[in-house]
């Protein structure tokens, strides 16, 4: 927000209350507070939720006589953002929207700073129109800006010819230091950062060294680079790292942390040697990017009801199951969440610790030090915890621990690497766990995957005729039978409005393919099956019963089955029919 002069602020105050956007009791308790205080009144005001910051800035640029630009929802062309130095416009707080009459039009937050218009001007070498934004529409323009890749290009046309040079005489860390790599490897890391990819692959080929991120989970080749630059910048990642540029043999894992704009993003760097150098993958731990809030992931329903009840009881074991990324560590985080307060002492044991949580005592596992999840289960069950995260369970031995320390009075939080909820129960029996110890802590298994989000901007379409049977093959049985019954089936499901199993045909959505929103998604959701394991269950799992027996009597129960959940979520218009095939086709 622009600090304007008192006299003006004043004005704005008044234009606010003549148009009724403010109240004027809590007008009146801010004037009082900044007495106190010296802070503006505006700030006051926006501070205390009593006005929106966006509605400041508008009435500002109103009292000023200058335009006012509403950012919010629009998309600013590549070509006209390069205009401007992203470096520039994040310290300014200015960003460039179009250009009108060979002037450039910005968007800025303090129109009347001369100094600061004059600056841009001179930067961009051409007259500049000012115009008022507030500093939400602005943030939502910066994160238009995309990592400009001839900079990376020309990094490796530099680097080519000195990492041919240098690499016979071994001065690799020379290279990496001295050469326009580090400029390079910094854009990359932008990129990613800033397009919300869950991973960078670094893989180098015969002739030519490829980088590929994972954005909403899948794949996508961004650039191609000459092979002679992997040396170089494989360099630079190991001194990041803290490994040894030497090693070219064996693997090696590290981690670092960089700043994109205002957000701290923690690096986990996996280096392995393949036939032509070595593959880097670098996975990005955003925690702002994360909700952490089941109900926001995709949990509803019978599902969240059935989880709820496990993490109510004082003790027992809660785990969660699925391939890797599916989330079952940031599901884990969420449940934490909700049942933190200050009574209860929470301890986590991880590896690496991805999400850091105030009043939750976290511990980072360190085999190379002797502190394995064995080891360390042991250590924290000597803390006097309520709860206690063990971030996977590896072996017999852990398992045994966590079991024990669920038989002891405490809440226990795992994860295990199998297909399905069900999946579970025969897991632990295969690592040696008694079934009777199994049956009497286990309270809640959840399985789980991740699909792509629709994006915003979409269109509806009928089904056709064969997603049409395969969604009343599949949801047969679960969606309402009858017209009546639309509400009721629809709140005990946590999807509201569902269509009669009936239908002729049902209503689905697609998003449209856009830069930002490749294949028309956007972000991810959770498709999750939960078991409460009752009673009947119990007898199942004493009896070394099948995960496929287990998930029988489940579904009977109400278990809603990760497919099922996935179509649900389809007709819900949060997904697609394709997607959830493409995620859940091998389950039931």
């Given at each position: 927000m622009?600090?304007?002069?008192?006299?003006?602020?004043?004005?704005?105050?008044?234009?606010?209350l003549n148009?009724?956007?403010?109240?004027?009791?809590?007008?009146?308790?801010a004037?009082e507070?900044i007495?106190?205080?010296g802070?503006?009144?505006?700030?006051?005001?926006v501070?205390?939720?009593l006005?929106?910051?966006?509605?400041v800035?508008?009435a500002?640029a109103v009292?000023?006589?200058v335009?006012?630009?509403?950012?919010?929802?629009?998309?600013?062309?590549?070509?006209?953002?390069?205009k401007?130095p992203?470096?520039?416009?994040?310290?300014?707080?200015?960003v460039?929207?179009g250009?009108?009459?060979?002037?450039?039009v910005v968007?800025?937050?303090?129109v009347a700073?001369?100094?600061?218009?004059?600056?841009?001007?001179?930067?961009?070498?051409?007259?500049i129109?000012?115009?008022?934004?507030?500093?939400a529409g602005?943030?939502?323009?910066?994160?238009?800006y995309k990592?400009?890749?001839?900079?990376?290009?020309?990094?490796?046309?530099?680097?080519t010819?000195e990492?041919?040079?240098?690499e016979?005489s071994g001065?690799?860390?020379?290279?990496t230091?001295d050469?326009?790599?580090?400029k390079?490897?910094?854009?990359?890391?932008?990129f990613?950062a800033?397009?919300?990819?869950?991973?960078i692959?670094?893989?180098p080929?015969?002739?030519?060294?490829?980088?590929?991120?994972?954005?909403?989970?899948?794949?996508?080749?961004?650039?191609?680079?000459?092979?002679?630059?992997?040396p170089?910048?494989?360099?630079r990642?190991?001194i990041?790292?803290?490994l040894?540029?030497?090693?070219?043999?064996?693997?090696q894992?590290?981690?670092?942390?960089v700043?994109v704009g205002d957000k701290?993003i923690?690096?986990?760097?996996?280096?392995?040697?393949?036939?032509?150098?070595?593959?880097v993958?670098?996975?990005?731990?955003?925690?702002?990017?994360?909700?952490?809030?089941v109900e926001?992931?995709?949990m509803?329903?019978?599902?969240?009801?059935?989880?709820i009840a496990?993490?109510?009881?004082?003790?027992?074991?809660?785990?969660?199951s699925?391939p890797?990324?599916?989330g079952?560590?940031?599901?884990?985080y969420?449940l934490?969440?909700?049942?933190?307060?200050?009574?209860i002492?929470i301890?986590?044991?991880?590896?690496?610790?991805?999400?850091?949580?105030d009043?939750v005592?976290?511990?980072?596992?360190?085999?190379?030090?002797?502190?394995?999840f064995?080891?360390?289960?042991?250590?924290?069950?000597?803390?006097?915890?309520d709860v206690?995260?063990?971030?996977?369970?590896?072996?017999?031995?852990?398992?045994n621990?966590?079991?024990?320390?669920?038989?002891?009075?405490?809440?226990?939080?795992?994860?295990?690497?199998?297909?399905?909820?069900a999946g579970?129960?025969?897991?632990?029996?295969?690592?040696?766990?008694e079934?009777?110890?199994?049956?009497?802590?286990?309270?809640?298994?959840?399985?789980?995957?991740?699909?792509?989000r629709v994006?915003?901007?979409?269109e509806?379409?009928?089904?056709?005729?064969?997603?049409?049977?395969e969604?009343?093959?599949?949801?047969?049985?679960?969606?309402?039978q009858?017209?009546?019954?639309?509400?009721?089936?629809?709140e005990?499901l946590?999807?509201?409005g569902?269509?009669v199993?009936?239908?002729?045909?049902f209503?689905?959505?697609?998003?449209?393919?856009t830069q930002?929103?490749?294949?028309?998604?956007?972000?991810?959701?959770?498709?999750?099956?939960?078991?409460?394991?009752?009673?009947?269950?119990q007898k199942?799992?004493?009896?070394r019963?099948?995960?496929g027996?287990?998930?029988?009597v489940?579904k009977i129960?109400?278990?809603?089955?990760?497919r099922?959940?996935g179509?649900l979520?389809a007709?819900s218009?949060?997904?697609t029919?394709?997607?959830?095939?493409?995620v859940?086709?091998d389950l039931?």
């Open positions: 622009a600090l304007l002069p008192k006299e003006a602020q004043d004005k704005v105050v008044k234009l606010l148009e009724g956007l403010i109240d004027p009791t809590s007008t009146n308790t004037y507070e007495k106190k205080t802070q503006p009144i505006l700030a006051v005001l501070s205390k939720g006005v929106e910051d966006a509605i800035q508008h500002s009292v000023q006589g335009p006012y630009v509403n950012l919010d929802n629009v998309k600013i062309p590549l070509e006209v953002l390069q401007l992203q470096e520039s416009a994040e310290r300014s707080m200015a460039p929207v250009e009108l009459n060979e002037q450039l968007a800025m937050l303090d700073n001369i100094q600061q218009t004059d600056y841009i001007s001179t930067l961009v070498q051409m007259p129109r000012a115009l008022m934004a507030s500093s602005i943030m939502h323009v910066l994160t238009q990592a400009d890749f001839k900079d990376v290009r020309k990094a490796a046309e530099v680097t010819e990492v041919r040079k240098k016979a001065d690799v860390k020379t290279i230091q050469s326009p790599i580090s390079a490897l910094t854009t990359i890391l932008e990613a800033r397009s919300k990819a869950s991973d692959h670094i893989e080929l015969e002739n030519s060294l490829i980088i590929r991120c994972r954005i909403d989970g899948v794949l996508r080749q961004v650039m191609e680079l000459p092979r002679a630059i992997e170089a910048l494989v360099s990642i190991k990041l790292a803290n040894k540029i030497d090693e070219h043999r064996v693997p894992d590290g981690q670092f942390t700043l701290e923690d690096l986990r760097i996996a280096i392995s040697p393949v036939v032509w150098g070595e593959q993958v670098i996975r990005l731990l955003d925690k702002s990017g994360t909700t952490m809030e926001k992931m995709g509803t329903g019978r599902s969240l009801r059935a989880v496990g993490i109510e009881k004082p003790n027992g074991m809660i785990l969660t699925g890797t990324g599916s079952k560590s940031t599901t884990l969420a934490i969440k909700k049942i933190k307060n200050e009574t002492n301890v986590t044991l991880e590896d690496p610790v991805e999400y850091k949580m009043g005592n976290q511990i980072q596992v360190n085999v190379d030090a002797g502190l394995t064995a080891s360390g289960l042991r250590s924290i069950l000597r803390q006097d915890p206690v995260m063990v971030g996977e369970i590896r072996d017999a031995e852990t398992a621990l966590a079991v024990q320390a669920a038989l002891t009075g405490h809440l226990v939080f795992s994860t295990l690497h199998t297909n399905s909820a579970i129960l025969p897991r632990l029996l295969d690592m040696g766990i079934p009777f110890l199994i049956a009497s802590t286990l309270n809640t298994v959840i399985g789980q995957r991740l699909v792509r994006s915003e901007k979409r509806a379409f009928q089904s056709s005729e064969i997603e049409t049977k969604i009343r093959d599949i949801l047969g049985n679960v969606l309402p009858k017209p009546e019954d639309v509400p009721r089936v629809s005990d946590g999807y509201p569902l269509p199993a009936s239908s002729p045909s209503t689905l959505v697609k998003g449209f393919d930002d929103t490749p294949n028309g998604f956007s972000g991810r959701a959770g498709l999750y099956e939960t078991i409460d394991v009752d009673e009947d269950i199942l799992i004493v009896a019963a099948t995960a027996d287990i998930m029988r489940a129960k109400g278990t809603i089955t990760m099922e959940d179509m979520k007709l218009g949060l997904t029919v394709d997607e959830v095939n493409r859940a086709s039931a």
